[in-house]
């Protein structure tokens, strides 16, 4: 009976390394999971400039801001429309204008006249500005209309009351543009009709 106590514990002995050798390969294939996981992404970070030094990014930061702030003193935004320069004259740029088809009606504050204008628009940029006049027309007409809403008639009296009326629009045209294509370009309004009844 000692004999048939000991056999058991034999089986149970030897089977035990038969049950290792699955568990050590599955231990083996997640490890080499793992290394290759941790070196696809350790390369593309590495690819990516993850682990350049802070003093090159700091530098080609300081060089994109350089280039900006040259691009806006020209007059140029990297998304924003581009000037226009005539080709006789490399310093002088090229005027293009656009007339708003709809006139421009409002009363006179505290008072029983009106104000019909016609306006027109120009730029030295290309035709993205008139794009995105004609795009945002019915903010632009509101915000126009507000402004000349508020003459009264002792501005209207004034002489040089359309020279001050044609800058506030021009203004107030700019930062419609401003705010909703993040680039004005507007230079000048003129009156193309101006009637006042």
């Keep these: 009976m000692a004999e048939a106590a000991a056999e058991p514990t034999e089986e149970v002995v030897e089977g035990e390394p038969k049950k290792k050798k699955p568990i050590l390969l599955i231990l083996v294939i997640v490890l080499s999971v793992i290394i290759l996981v941790m070196s696809v992404m350790f390369g593309t970070l590495y690819?990516?400039?993850f682990f350049e030094h802070k003093s090159e990014a700091a530098a080609h930061e300081k060089v994109d801001e350089l280039e900006?702030?040259?691009e806006n003193?020209?007059?140029a935004t990297p998304d924003g429309p581009s000037k226009v320069?005539?080709?006789a004259e490399a310093t002088r740029f090229e005027n293009t204008y656009l007339e708003i088809d709809k006139e421009f009606m409002t009363n006179i504050t505290s008072s029983k006249k009106i104000m019909v204008v016609k306006v027109a628009v120009m730029t030295h940029y290309d035709s993205?500005?008139?794009d995105n006049v004609k795009k945002h027309e019915f903010a632009i007409r509101s915000a126009v209309l507000d402004v000349?809403?508020?003459?009264?008639?002792?501005d209207v009296a004034k002489p040089d009351f359309r020279v001050d009326l044609a800058t506030k629009i021009k203004v107030v045209m700019n930062e419609m543009l401003m705010k909703y294509e993040d680039f004005g370009g507007i230079e000048d309004v003129f009156f193309?009709?101006?009637v006042m009844q």
């Excluded at 000349?148 to 002792?154: D, F, I, L």
Aim: proline share 0%; net charge positive.
């Design 47 to 49: 690819f990516s400039g």
């Design 128 to 130: 993205r500005v008139f």
């Design 85 to 87: 320069k005539k080709e």
């Design 68 to 70: 900006k702030a040259a």
């Design 148 to 154: 000349m809403r508020q003459s009264t008639e002792a």
């Design 192 to 194: 193309t009709s101006f």
């Design 73 to 75: 003193a020209h007059g």
